[in-house]
């Protein structure tokens, strides 16, 4: 009753076997004796013994882990070129230069400080040098907030 599944299972094993490069017996025919095949007594077609197919279950298993040891060692070299790339291209990027002079180091706060008396060299921003833009009237709650205050 179940030879058309055990029949089912032993064409995907053996296709899978042949897949992987894997030889199979072939069938025999008609009323010949194999060591490999048994003969359904109910349906007449051919089983795969338990012998075969524990040995083709474990020619696949090796050749498996085979295929996928092969995936990982071209995927660890393309990694490794990406990241040598990647690298390569940071070291030979443009650097920007500092725009703190020399004797400076910049605050928490971000600006350019004198290493040795404490005195600040504060850079002017556009928006302080044009004093158009600071008015003496009271700012409208829209523009409250983008007000620059000139300092004293």
């Known amino acids: 009753m179940l030879d058309p599944v055990y029949e089912r299972k032993g064409e995907r094993l053996t296709a899978k076997a042949r897949k992987y490069g894997i030889t199979v017996p072939r069938k025999?025919?008609?009323?010949?004796?194999?060591?490999d095949w048994r003969l359904s007594r109910a349906y007449g077609f051919w089983l795969p013994s338990?012998?075969?197919?524990?040995?083709?279950?474990?020619?696949?298993?090796?050749?498996?882990?085979?295929?996928?040891?092969?995936?990982?060692?071209?995927?660890?070299?393309?990694?490794?070129?990406?990241?040598?790339?990647?690298?390569?291209?940071?070291?030979?990027?443009a650097k920007q230069p500092d725009p703190c002079s020399r004797n400076y180091y910049r605050s928490d706060s971000g600006e350019c400080v004198f290493a040795q008396s404490g005195q600040r060299e504060k850079k002017v921003s556009p928006i302080q040098a044009n004093p158009s833009t600071v008015t003496a009237d009271k700012p409208s709650p829209a523009r409250q907030y983008t007000q620059v205050r000139k300092p004293q």
């Open 50 to 93: 338990a012998q075969l197919e524990q040995k083709l279950r474990q020619d696949i298993k090796i050749e498996q882990r085979a295929s996928y040891d092969e995936f990982r060692k071209w995927a660890t070299l393309s990694f490794a070129v990406a990241g040598f790339l990647l690298a390569f291209y940071s070291v030979r990027a």
């Open 28 to 35: 025999p025919c008609n009323d010949e004796e194999s060591e």
